[in-house]
């Protein structure tokens, strides 16, 4: 059993900057992938960006790379995106999410657990 809460979403202005957190029970960091996930009203949810077990591999959406960051605290337990230079496609609601898979996870379906999501505005 893995539980993740996130947190630290909110409303932004274009151009402003977030720092989501995903709060992981267990070992989560040294037996799982760790990803964030976002879904936009009227689209699909989409991978914006994953980390692998070890840290040593990461994965960025082309439209997110140089403007967001993930990293993770093992002595916390908990991962973080640092999300700047927002835009308001990046508004949606954000999902931190689980995967046992070596490497970077891509698909949904690779993913076992997953955060309650948290909401992320940004006007423009």
């Known amino acids: 059993q893995v539980q993740l809460v996130e947190s630290g979403g909110g409303l932004v202005q274009a151009g402003g900057s977030l720092r989501l957190s995903c709060a992981a029970s267990?070992?989560?960091?040294?037996?799982?992938?760790m990803g964030w996930f976002r879904q936009a009203p009227g689209k699909e949810r989409e991978l914006v960006t994953a980390?692998?077990?070890?840290?040593?591999?990461?994965f960025y959406v082309d439209s997110v790379k140089g403007r967001f960051t993930i990293a993770r605290d093992g002595a916390e337990n908990t991962v973080y995106l640092q999300m700047n230079s927002l835009k308001p496609e990046d508004t949606g609601v954000y999902y931190c999410?689980?995967?046992?898979?070596?490497?970077?996870?891509?698909?949904?379906?690779?993913?076992?657990?997953w955060g309650q999501g948290t909401q992320v505005t940004v006007s423009s």
């Open positions: 999410a689980a995967a046992a898979i070596t490497g970077i996870p891509r698909r949904q379906n690779d993913y076992q657990y």
């Open positions: 980390l692998s077990r070890t840290g040593s591999i990461t």
């Open positions: 267990g070992r989560t960091f040294s037996s799982y992938a």
